[in-house]
C-alpha cells in the first residue's frame, strides 16, 4: 500500500515538473529569512529539490519543490529504510490539506494495522488553494 502511494506520489511530482527538471540538491542553496535562496543570483529557488541522508548519498531523505523560495505542492521526508517519514502538502509555505506522518520507520505487518495507523497520524490543514492537496 505504501508502495502505491509512493509511485503515485512520484508520477504525480513527474507530471508537475514535466520529469525534465534535475532536482536541485537542497544543501546547495542558502536559506535566508526562511527563503531559499541561489547563492550565486541572490534570488529566490524555483523548481524541483532534493536532500539525500548524509550517511548515504545515494538515499533519498527528503523530496519536493520551492516557489519563489517557498515550499510549495507536495513534499515526502523518508526514514532510511525508504518508508515515508512523513508527507504533505504546502501552498507558497503554508501546510495544506491532509499530512501523514509515520514516526515509525518499520511497517506494520497487516492492512488494517497500517491504515489505523495512518489515520491516527494524519493532520488536516486548510485545503490547498491551486488542489496540490489531492
Not at 520529469?19 to 535562496?37: F, G, H, K, N, W
Not at 548524509?54 to 532510511?80: C, F, I, K, M, R
Request: proline share 5%; hydrophobic share 35%; net charge negative.
Amino acid at each position: 500500500m505504501f508502495r502505491a502511494a509512493r509511485l503515485l506520489l512520484v508520477v504525480a511530482t513527474c507530471a508537475l515538473w514535466a520529469c525534465s527538471e534535475t532536482p536541485r540538491d537542497l544543501r546547495d542553496l542558502q536559506v535566508v529569512d526562511s527563503a531559499y535562496i541561489e547563492p550565486t543570483t541572490g534570488e529566490p529557488w524555483s523548481g524541483a529539490v532534493v536532500r539525500y541522508f548524509e550517511d548515504d548519498s545515494t538515499l533519498v531523505q527528503l523530496e519536493g519543490a520551492l516557489l519563489e523560495g517557498a515550499w510549495h505542492g507536495e513534499l515526502v521526508v523518508y526514514h532510511p529504510n525508504g518508508r515515508v517519514r512523513y508527507m504533505g502538502s504546502f501552498e507558497r509555505g503554508e501546510r495544506c490539506g491532509p499530512w501523514t506522518e509515520n514516526a515509525d520507520s518499520t511497517e506494520l505487518g497487516s492492512i488494517y494495522e497500517a491504515l489505523v495507523r495512518e489515520v491516527e497520524t494524519m493532520g488536516i490543514y486548510p485545503p490547498c488553494e491551486g488542489g496540490s492537496d489531492k
